[in-house]
């Protein structure tokens, strides 16, 4: 990355056909989990199949977050095959780590004690559980490896092979799936590994294939400025972001255990859950604007608070229409099957969830200026930040208004985000304006 920003005027055609590819991709990984979890129903005990996937799916949920961070990190910081050399040495040791995590929960003690008191499945589903997640636990890898080569084909701006990659994804997935219904060998959580595992493949071969064709045609060897030559500096940048993902899984299991502890346990969990989902189907379109400003606030700050600022809006605005229109009630009943009081807490559930719409662009704006400067340790402070004040929420809203349920679980979700977002803005006015502009080699 050069240290001297080149200043231009970028068009808004630019930003939007950067931007939508990425939004799109983002919210089509919903739809693959749709296509799964619809195959899965046509079992013929759906309920037990469905644990069996949903359990191990959630274990892979955590384990596949460090593969996930190294898209920011090549986007971020690959700018030459030196870098990318360097970048390649950090992401074989994480896949090294990530397998060996998997082989030991899969086959020793380990593994069975992370599903039975952990999780807490009953032991005549640990077998089952663990053939699932034997499937499952290579999906990290394929998913390490679309997020490498994301990261450089995102910077260098051909982001529609993100939406081809999820789309000869999902297409391979759904046949896979219509396979598997017509022969009636639905019969466990296993097949819905199959089908997530097959589908991460073929996305990954998209990627690598258009990433190695960039190595090869356009990256040079070595971009005479760029200061990243060796992993010691990769691994500098990439630490604190795995650290602070880290930090973040605390937040859903200790929103789910205090949730167990408000009137109604059942509808307090069910309608967090449904309102959590449809929130995060809406936000997932916006999970990208971190890499707007990685890969064009140097040539053009302004436009891209512009950007930012409309784009802020869309969120708050659909999770409003859900939650305070008919458009809601018809969407949960009709297309969700959900029931009349379920729907009335889901509701209420997601008008407190417009905070956190309306907090999390900004917040992963400010993000982004973050990993611009390479100064990702404050990350790691906000998100202890996020924490602190999601687990003090989730007392208190316990504690004097237990009756709210899973609002207790949303207000806490969005006042942790809220309380990131200050830290981030807080620390960051501090930082010396000569940070703004590079990220110097000695960050790294």
């Known amino acids: 990355m050069s240290a001297t920003p080149v200043k231009e005027n970028i068009a808004w055609k630019q930003l939007i056909s950067f931007f939508l590819p990425l939004g799109l991709s983002a919210t089509l990984v919903t739809l693959s989990h749709v296509i799964i979890n619809s195959t899965l129903a046509r079992a013929e005990n759906p309920e037990i199949v469905i644990a069996s996937y949903a359990l191990p799916l959630s274990l892979l949920g955590i384990t596949e977050r460090p593969v996930v961070l190294l898209r920011q990190?090549?986007?971020?910081?690959?700018?030459?095959?030196?870098?990318?050399?360097?970048?390649?040495?950090?992401?074989?040791?994480?896949?090294?780590?990530?397998?060996?995590?998997?082989?030991?929960?899969?086959?020793?003690?380990?593994?069975?004690?992370?599903?039975?008191?952990?999780?807490?499945?009953?032991?005549?589903l640990l077998s089952t559980t663990l053939s699932v997640y034997r499937i499952l636990m290579y999906v990290s890898i394929f998913s390490g490896l679309r997020c490498l080569f994301h990261g450089i084909i995102i910077f260098n701006m051909r982001t529609k092979w993100l939406t081809i990659g999820m789309c000869v994804r999902i297409m391979a997935m759904y046949l896979l799936s219509l396979y598997f219904i017509s022969t009636n060998n639905v019969s466990s959580g296993r097949v819905g590994a199959i089908i997530f595992l097959v589908g991460m493949?073929?996305?990954?071969?998209?990627?690598?294939?258009?990433?190695?064709?960039?190595?090869?045609?356009?990256?040079?060897?070595?971009?005479?400025?760029?200061p990243i030559e060796t992993k010691k500096q990769i691994f500098s940048f990439y630490k604190p972001l795995l650290y602070s993902s880290v930090i973040a899984v605390v937040i859903g299991p200790a929103i789910n255990a205090m949730l167990g502890k408000t009137i109604h346990i059942h509808l307090a969990i069910s309608s967090y859950a449904i309102?959590?989902?449809?929130?995060?189907?809406?936000?997932?379109?916006?999970?990208?604007?971190?890499?707007?400003?990685?890969?064009?606030?140097?040539?053009?700050?302004?436009?891209?608070?512009?950007?930012?600022?409309?784009?802020?809006?869309i969120p708050g605005t659909l999770i409003a229409i859900l939650g305070y229109t008919a458009l809601?009630?018809?969407?949960?009943?009709?297309?969700?099957?959900?029931?009349?009081?379920?729907?009335?807490?889901?509701?209420?559930?997601?008008?407190?969830?417009?905070?956190?719409?309306?907090?999390?662009?900004?917040?992963?704006?400010m993000n982004g200026i973050i990993m611009l400067r390479g100064q990702t340790q404050i990350m790691v402070v906000s998100q202890s930040a996020n924490a602190f004040i999601t687990i003090l929420t989730l007392i208190i809203a316990v504690w004097l208004t237990p009756g709210w349920n899973g609002m207790i679980g949303a207000l806490a979700q969005s006042f942790g985000m809220l309380a990131e977002l200050v830290v981030v803005i807080i620390v960051l006015k501090r930082t010396t304006p000569e940070d703004q502009s590079t990220i110097s080699s000695t960050n790294f």
């Open 275 to 313: 309102a959590g989902s449809l929130t995060q189907l809406v936000m997932s379109f916006f999970s990208y604007i971190h890499q707007i400003v990685l890969n064009f606030y140097r040539k053009d700050a302004r436009r891209v608070l512009r950007f930012a600022l409309i784009l802020s809006f």
């Open 201 to 226: 493949v073929i996305e990954a071969i998209v990627a690598v294939w258009e990433g190695t064709s960039l190595l090869r045609k356009v990256i040079p060897e070595k971009v005479p400025d760029h």
């Open 73 to 124: 990190a090549c986007s971020a910081l690959v700018r030459d095959r030196v870098s990318f050399r360097a970048m390649a040495v950090v992401s074989s040791y994480v896949f090294a780590c990530i397998i060996l995590i998997g082989l030991m929960i899969c086959y020793t003690p380990v593994g069975e004690w992370v599903f039975l008191y952990f999780f807490g499945i009953e032991r005549e």
């Open 328 to 365: 809601g009630p018809w969407f949960m009943t009709h297309v969700m099957g959900v029931n009349a009081e379920l729907m009335t807490a889901s509701l209420s559930a997601i008008r407190i969830f417009m905070i956190m719409t309306i907090v999390f662009p900004w917040l992963d704006y």
